[in-house]
């Protein structure tokens, strides 16, 4: 899990990518390798998921490879054997939370009150995800929420985009952002992986210029 979180603050950026069609899954990973970001979250939302992320494992076994929207303990299998190294779900799941910790699987809930970051702590678990985050009260909650955790650190995830994460990356409470905007359906239905190579690029320089 440490080894993890490292790499994922590493990059400061971690593309939340909804892949619909298999085919555009490697194309999709090459544009995000070749821009700087050689990792992605793979969301649980379409039945593509799962295909996508082992087809981009074996095209870029070096690629860090996370499982969102992660809702079942099935899923958490499903993914597991697929390939993703770490499973990220949109809320607090006591039910998955304590199944990933038990086979030892690195697990990154989501929360958005105080007494979903008690439990999470109560785990032993010192990163989290922060979903909704600019709907749920953005850097500002943060702030208030971790006060009373030194030890923890956050990835907001939702309405993260070019424009505000220069100031969640600047804050030392958080370890990196999720966002979607350098990975949007539009372009990845479109084919336009030229333009997701570009705008990855971009996200990669202004998570370099803060970290």
């Not at 955790?149 to 952002?177: H, Q, S």
């Amino acid at each position: 899990m440490a080894d993890i979180c490292e790499k994922m603050e590493e990059l400061g950026v971690i593309p939340v990518v909804v892949l619909n069609d298999v085919k555009d899954a490697v194309p999709l990973a090459k544009a995000l390798v070749e821009g700087g970001i050689p990792c992605a979250e793979v969301t649980f939302r379409t039945a593509a998921a799962e295909e996508s992320i082992r087809e981009i494992k074996k095209a870029y076994p070096e690629m860090l490879l996370i499982a969102g929207t992660v809702l079942t303990t099935e899923q958490v299998d499903r993914a597991v054997a697929a390939g993703a190294e770490m499973i990220v779900a949109p809320g607090f799941d006591p039910e998955i939370v304590d199944y990933c910790l038990e086979k030892k699987i690195p697990v990154c809930p989501g929360i958005v009150t105080p007494s979903e970051l008690a439990q999470a702590v109560k785990r032993g678990l010192t990163r989290v995800k922060f979903f909704p985050a600019e709907a749920a009260g953005g850097l500002k909650m943060i702030k208030a929420m971790t006060a009373a955790y030194t030890n923890v650190r956050i990835m907001p995830t939702g309405g993260i985009n070019a424009k505000n994460i220069t100031e969640y990356l600047e804050c030392d409470k958080i370890f990196c952002c999720g966002g979607s905007w350098m990975v949007k359906g539009d372009l990845i239905k479109a084919g336009e992986f030229d333009k997701i190579k570009e705008m990855t690029a971009e996200a990669k320089a202004i998570a370099a210029s803060v970290r």
